[in-house]
């Protein structure tokens, strides 16, 4: 009876965190509807001003505020979490960048043109690579434009030689992703509050993970940039209260996704 009594009062005064995922600002190659991958493309004008205007505005509306941030080795995605953070005014926030929250390698489709893949494979096969849990773009050849740039750009130092890819699927990329969401689950669930700046695929990786969402459920998962996702976990227990709140305007909000889940012009 007591025990009872004291378990009821327990989850009455339930400790609980709170955890945020944001897709960087839009890319010069979103931008240009491109396939990027692990190119490292800047953000666009207005990828910057969203980053300010959409996803620190909402985080400071909500009155959100952060002990921790994690990114990717992508300066998109590092740049991000330096505008954000700058306008939150609180750079000094202790900042990782981890190789494993790199975007998924996009193979040889790596800088072409969605809609023209579209016009020259089909829209299913392009959708295919894009959303199907197992779809694997061809591997990059040595021919194509950004093989160099990839293999040589030093953010990508840290990553082991036989952990390098040359192409990946979305299990692949919830593979790669899942030992540094566990390191992060951990100090979610011991009360930091951490803030996370990543890509699009990775967004969805770490969402499939955190709702426990199926290989066909996440295929239909699509991530605007710069909209914040946020998350609550009961630190006890590790469970999740609720789902997922996006902060924003509904409608743009919407709109975006729609967008993103789209081939483009
Ligand atoms: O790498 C890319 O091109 C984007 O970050 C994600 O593109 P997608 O929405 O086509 O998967």
């Known amino acids: 009876m007591f025990k009872a009594l004291k ?3 327990s989850n009455l005064i339930m400790k609980t965190n709170r955890l945020v995922l944001l897709r960087h600002g839009e890319s010069e190659f979103n931008l240009r509807n491109l396939f990027c991958g692990w190119h490292d493309a800047p953000l666009s004008a207005s990828g910057l001003e969203e980053a300010r205007t959409i996803a620190a505005a909402n985080l400071i509306a909500a009155k959100l505020v952060f002990d921790k941030v994690y990114c990717s ?8 979490a330096e505008v954000i953070l700058s306008e939150m005014k609180c750079s000094f926030l202790p900042t990782v960048s981890d190789w494993r929250l790199n975007e998924r390698h996009y193979g040889n489709l790596t800088g072409a043109n969605k809609r023209d893949m579209a016009n020259r494979y089909g829209e299913e096969q392009v959708q295919f690579w894009r959303r199907n849990y197992d779809g694997l773009p061809p591997p990059i050849e040595t ?6 740039h990839i293999c040589n750009n030093p953010a990508f130092q840290a990553v082991p030689i036989d952990q390098f890819p040359l192409t990946e699927s979305m299990r692949m990329c919830v593979d790669r992703v899942s030992p540094v969401w566990s390191e992060i689950r951990k100090e979610v669930l011991e009360g930091i509050r951490v803030l996370i700046v990543v890509h699009g695929t ?17 295929e239909k998962v699509n991530i ?3 909209v914040p996702i946020v998350y609550e976990f009961n630190m006890k227990t590790g469970e999740l209260i609720g789902g997922s709140k996006y902060l924003g305007d509904a409608k743009y909000i919407e709109k975006m996704t729609e ?5 483009g012009n």
């Open 7 to 9: 378990e009821k009062l």
């Open 73 to 80: 080795t992508l300066s998109r995605s590092k740049r991000s």
């Open 202 to 218: 990775v967004t969805r990786a770490l969402v499939k993970h955190i709702e426990g969402l199926s290989e066909e459920q996440i």
């Open 259 to 263: 967008k993103v889940a789209g081939i």
């Open 224 to 226: 605007p940039n710069s």
């Open 143 to 148: 021919s194509n434009k950004y093989f160099y």
